[in-house]
Structure formats: C-alpha cells, structure tokens
C-alpha cells in the first residue's frame, strides 16, 4: 500500500476499528471476528505493551489492512512498519513523524484538531486527516466548519464517536471514513466476546453502506 491508494482503501471500508488490545494472545481471534463481520481495515494502538505482537499477528493473519495508531515519534513508525503495518495513524500533526513514514513509503494520517493544523497537513501534502478527539471538539458542526474552506480535506473522524452517531458522520460529504473503538472494547476482549465483536462490526458496516 502506498501512500496513494490508502484514501481509496479508507473509502471503501468507511468504518475503521481502533483497536487498544492489551494482549498479543486475543490477536488473532480478533482479527477473525473483524474480518467476519466485514472490516477491511483496522488501526491498533500503540498504547499497549503488547502492540507490535499484535500488530505483528494480525497483520499475518490476513483479510485486514492493519495500521498503527497513536504513533508519536519516528522511531515508533520504524517499530510499527517492522511489525507490518500497512498505514500510520498519529493523533496529532507531527513533521518528523510524517517524514519518516515518507522515507518508509507507508502512508499516514495525522491528527488535527484546528484549522491551523489542517492547513499544516494540506501544505505537507497531506490530504487525508484524522479528526480528533472529534466529539469532544463540537463533533459533525465542527467538522463541517473546518471542511467549508478546505475543500480538497477529507477526514477520518476518530474519539468518542459510538454507534448511534455512526451515520450522521458518515453523511457528512467531507468524510471518508470514521474511526471508532466501540466495535471491540477492553471489556469485549477481556470477555473474549469474539461474537459480539463480530456483530458490532458487521452492524457498523452494514451502516456504512445504507
């Protein structure tokens, strides 16, 4: 995957699990379930001990494109690409982070929250952004408003986004695709509730599509 064809990737998936997964050993049931319930992509975080492992796993496992999340620093991007990862996902706009990915050749999109930010990311040639934390920011009226002046932007609207507010996000016309953790919870993987994960994401997808 390069750094081109991740938009057409995150447009067909439309909905991208985040995925904070505390034990390589869940990794691969996991990576199942997504897959069962029809995600094409997903972005594990990098906020667990266990993270490459289970990048690493699921990456092999095949039927995902998986990324890393919450990467901050370049030399967590050169740990992610060696663990598989297909795409880099940043919560915020960060110069070295976004060059490193450059000089690996795996796209990568950064966090913005302002429209300064936004305009950083469009000058680096950047036209893909997460937009987080989109909720608590003033959720779709924000978004729509940093959308207005940029219209080349398109977002990926990530944190604190559930279910409920899947389809208003994905109608608005200047998102791509929306990021959400609710399909697979600490508490589902504690449970291993493979099913349920399962159905959360087949009912997120089959969403996206209506």
């Known amino acids: 995957m390069t750094g081109t064809d991740l938009a057409p990737v995150l447009a067909g998936a439309r909905v991208m699990p985040v995925l904070t997964v505390p034990s390589a050993a869940t ?30 796993e699921m990456a092999a496992h095949g039927g995902l494109a998986v990324g890393a999340g919450t990467v901050l620093t370049p030399e967590q991007v050169d740990r992610a690409v060696a663990a598989g990862a297909r795409f880099v996902v940043s919560p915020g706009f960060d110069e070295a982070v976004v060059a490193k990915c450059r000089d690996l050749g795996v796209p990568v999109v950064p966090g913005i929250a302002t429209a300064t930010e936004l305009m950083r990311a469009l000058k680096a040639g950047l036209d893909t952004v997460k937009f987080f934390p989109a909720e608590p920011l003033g959720g779709i009226p924000m978004l729509r408003a940093l959308a207005a002046p940029f219209p080349r932007a398109r977002f990926v609207p990530t944190g604190g986004i559930g279910a409920p507010r899947l389809p208003a996000y994905l109608a608005a016309p200047a998102v791509l695709a929306v990021g959400g953790s609710w399909m697979a919870t600490a508490d589902h993987l504690r449970r291993g509730d493979y099913e349920e994960i399962r159905r959360l994401t087949a009912e997120a997808v089959h969403g996206s599509a209506t």
């Open 27 to 56: 990794a691969g049931p996991l990576a199942d379930a997504l897959a069962a319930g029809g995600a094409r992509c997903a972005e594990v975080t990098f906020r667990t001990s266990d993270a490459e492992q289970v990048l690493k």
